[in-house]
């Protein structure tokens, strides 16, 4: 399984080093929604210190929803054009064939995210994390890009259009906007405060803000991992459902 795996990592890995636009797209929006929140927006929100800082999470959450669309892109690509059906004709271990998407999407998510931060960085943002917090940081990016990239995958399998396979990030791009990722939840009318504060993006979050500036997580990052724990859980089991269905 491991042995087939990597290979075929790397043949996605080949993909996109064949076509690092892939990379950059999935970095512009991201990007342009920094700027714009920290240089337009930025002067008329107040107290929320270095708001650099406090923007980070949330464009980090939004760059991987976007990166992840490209995930269920290759799956169905491979689906359309009959590579999946090549594979279980062949003696490949199943479970390698998806793992080998999911491995891809966590390295180009990476890729773009170590981008964003470097950007970050010319922009002013100053964490003040330790060792620990850039370790329970960077553990929260990779399991909340884990947890999208087995989302990913069930429209990869099942959507008919390549539209419909890239279609569903859009609802989870526009989720940071309606918590804790942009303004302070008490600044918001009493149902959007309800449902901020009380999605799973404020947990992740908060927790993301108090680990690179130093503080205490509090029972956030408990809420946050239940979240990301229980979503990955549900869609890792309808994933290879699907897969296995329509391997058979």
Known sequence: ????????T????????RSPDTIITVAVTPLALFLLFRYVFGGAIQGTGNYTNYLLPGILLIT????????????????SKGI???????????????????????????????????????????PVASFAGWLGFTGLMALFTLTLTWLAVIPGLTASTVEGASAFSYPLIFLPFLSSAFVPTETMPGPVKWFAENQPVTSIVESMRSLIEG??????????????????AVAYFFAVRIYNKTAS
Do not use: C, E
Not at 10 to 17: A, D
Not at 96 to 111: E, G, Q
Not at 215 to 232: C, F, T
């Open 64 to 79: 991987v929803a976007s990166g992840v669309a490209y995930t269920a892109f290759r799956l169905f690509n491979d689906k």
């Open 215 to 232: 503080q205490p997580v509090g029972n956030d990052i408990w809420v946050a991992l239940a979240w990301m724990l229980g979503i990955g």
């Open 84 to 126: 999946n059906a090549r594979f279980s004709t062949m003696p490949i271990a199943r479970s390698a064939v998806l793992w080998s998407h999911v491995l891809t999407s966590m390295v180009s998510n990476l890729v773009t995210v170590v981008i964003i931060i470097g950007v970050a960085f010319a922009m002013g943002f100053r």
């Open 10 to 17: 790397g043949r996605l890995m080949k993909q996109i080093t």
């Open 1 to 8: 399984m491991f042995r087939d795996t990597t290979a075929l």
